[in-house]
């Protein structure tokens, strides 16, 4: 059994997670975005060229074997910019709330050399060198290995096609979690970034209050047996079939709109926030896949409360790390200047879990709650007014550090 497909309530539940929407009560209808049906099937570079801005699709190889793609708006000789999406989705996060929004496009606009990166397993990124999809062995990882490898393959590839030293990096969720994971792991890797801006960071989930996660956590020794057993290694791909569901339980109507309804409980509410005409859009391009030990990871951090490398049990423990217990992220090794965002409405970056953060990196640049009591998880991508709540301030913060 070389893949899962979870029942659709819990797979809405993980979208929630990172890329989803908000949900539904009197949604108003009032602005829309730059975005149109067709968006839904479109990839990411073609929906770039669709837009009128330029287009290049790259390779970058991690050292363990994985081919990662990245995608461009290139701007030869500009100071650069990677954005790095959520757990189950891709490069599709910065672009999908079409141009004068999306956080890519307004990057171009102010003359970045912008570049999308995609994680081992997802829809992009699903090469390697020896291995392939349908092989268990290629999926035996989680958001460690992607901090670990693909973040500094990424930024090398980058760093050496753009002649710079140093790069902007902006995360989401999941993209925050690599981040760390890198430079703690990789301090030398502190040195090649300008500025880091965390959206929605997520280390510590101790306090986190998506009940999916919480479930999880009680079980999670069971889950990670199970998978280990079967082989169910990978986690909601994307495929046509499920798209073509999610268009009957996803409807741009408010009364009978499940998806929104199952995002209301596990992300937080902030319905005057969605444009349902975003929401085909979105479910065209997520889930993007992803492993379960992505999904593990994260609850064994509910129940732990720490942030700590992957714990495959006491006895595997000692064979992989040499202690019975997984070993702790030093998160003063973060010397890299990084600004936090968060939300008092967040389910998943909850504000008492980022503050334990912020407290323990070793170079907070600045830390800023968004001015809105309702502002989720998932406003940080899609809100209606998510570029005046926060993108213009990125924005002016990556002028301010140049690079």
């Known amino acids: 059994m070389a893949q899962l497909l979870p029942s659709i309530p819990i797979l809405l539940a993980l979208i929630s997670w990172a890329c989803g929407v908000p949900t539904a009560r009197n949604i108003s209808a009032t602005r829309h975005f730059q975005v149109d049906a067709e968006d839904a099937h479109l990839s990411v570079p073609q929906l770039i060229l669709k837009y009128g801005y330029g287009a290049e699709v790259h390779h970058a190889t991690t050292e363990d ?9 290139p ?35 102010q003359g970045y050399d912008v570049w999308l990166g995609n994680a081992r ?51 989401h969720s999941q993209g925050t979690t690599s981040f760390f994971v890198m430079t703690s792991t990789r301090p030398e890797y502190n040195a090649k970034i ?37 082989g169910v290694a990978e986690f909601a791909p994307s495929n046509a079939i499920l ?94 200047p990084v600004v936090f965002y968060y939300a008092l409405n967040d389910y998943l970056a909850v504000p008492v879990d980022v503050e334990r953060l912020s407290r323990g990196i070793g170079n907070l640049a600045g830390y800023r709650q968004v001015r809105m009591e309702t502002f989720n998880h998932l406003d940080f991508l899609f809100a209606k007014d998510v570029r005046t709540l926060l993108y213009e301030e990125i924005l002016g913060n990556v002028r301010r550090y140049g690079g």
């Open 243 to 336: 798209h073509d569901i999610s268009k009957l339980l996803c409807t741009t109507q408010i009364s009978n709109n499940l998806c929104l309804n199952v995002l209301f409980q596990l992300a937080g509410a902030n319905p005057d926030q969605v444009d349902l005409k975003l929401i085909p859009i979105l479910m065209g391009h997520t889930p993007a896949g992803a492993s379960t030990k992505q999904i593990v990871h994260y609850a064994q951090g509910v129940r732990s409360g720490r942030f700590r490398q992957y714990d495959h049990g006491t006895i595997k423990n000692r064979f992989v790390y040499g202690t019975a217990d997984p070993p702790v992220y030093n998160l003063t090794q973060v010397t890299a």
């Open 121 to 171: 397993g997802n829809r992009y990124s699903r090469k390697h060198r020896t291995l392939t999809p349908k092989m268990f062995a290629f999926w035996q990882f989680s958001w460690h290995e992607i901090g670990f490898y693909d973040l500094p393959a990424s930024i090398d590839y980058v760093l050496e096609k753009t002649g710079r030293s140093k790069l902007h990096y902006i995360g």
């Open 75 to 109: 701007k030869p000789g500009a100071p650069v910019v990677l954005l790095m999406h959520g757990l189950l989705c891709s490069s599709a996060d910065w672009v999908s709330i079409g141009p004068g929004n999306g956080l890519a496009y307004l990057l171009a606009d």
């Open 65 to 73: 074997g994985y081919i990662l793609e990245l995608h461009r708006i």
């Open 194 to 230: 300008a500025l880091a801006q965390a959206l929605a960071p997520v280390a510590f989930t101790e306090n986190m209050q998506s009940p999916l996660l919480r479930i999880m956590a009680l079980f999670q020794d069971t889950l990670a047996a199970l998978f280990e057993t079967f």
